[in-house]
């Protein structure tokens, strides 16, 4: 079982950075993919970006590349998620979420993400 906690979530204004965290609990957190998807009212939830278990490896969406980073410490038990240059379309609600399988054309769907968080919400005003 494993728990997931996000913060860091705020009003910035566009052009501005923000650096998300999620909290796990539980002991087998570095058997995890770990992944941000995020949600903005009236839309899908979509996929940010995932980061492997090692943390050797991460995958991101084509919108955010280039802006947003995703980062994780097994020893703490930490996801991050480094956002610049923030955009008013990068407004949202942000989940973290764990998976078992590192499966590159899987990430990108909520479906087999076995936990998620409650989110944070991410506001930017232009």
């Known amino acids: 079982q494993v728990q997931l906690v996000e913060s860091g979530g705020g009003l910035v204004q566009a052009g501005d950075s923000l650096r998300l965290s999620c909290a796990a609990s539980g002991r087998t957190f570095s058997t995890y993919a770990m992944a941000w998807f995020r949600q903005a009212p009236g839309k899908e939830r979509e996929f940010v970006a995932a980061?492997?278990?090692?943390?050797?490896?991460?995958y991101y969406a084509d919108s955010v590349k280039g802006r947003i980073t995703i980062s994780r410490d097994n020893a703490k038990n930490m996801v991050y998620l480094e956002m610049n240059s923030l955009k008013p379309e990068d407004a949202a609600v942000y989940y973290c979420a764990a998976r078992l399988r590192w499966v590159v054309p899987e990430l990108t769907t909520t479906k087999d993400y076995d936990y998620w968080g409650q989110g944070t919400q991410v506001t930017v005003s232009s």
């Open positions: 980061i492997s278990r090692s943390g050797v490896s991460s």
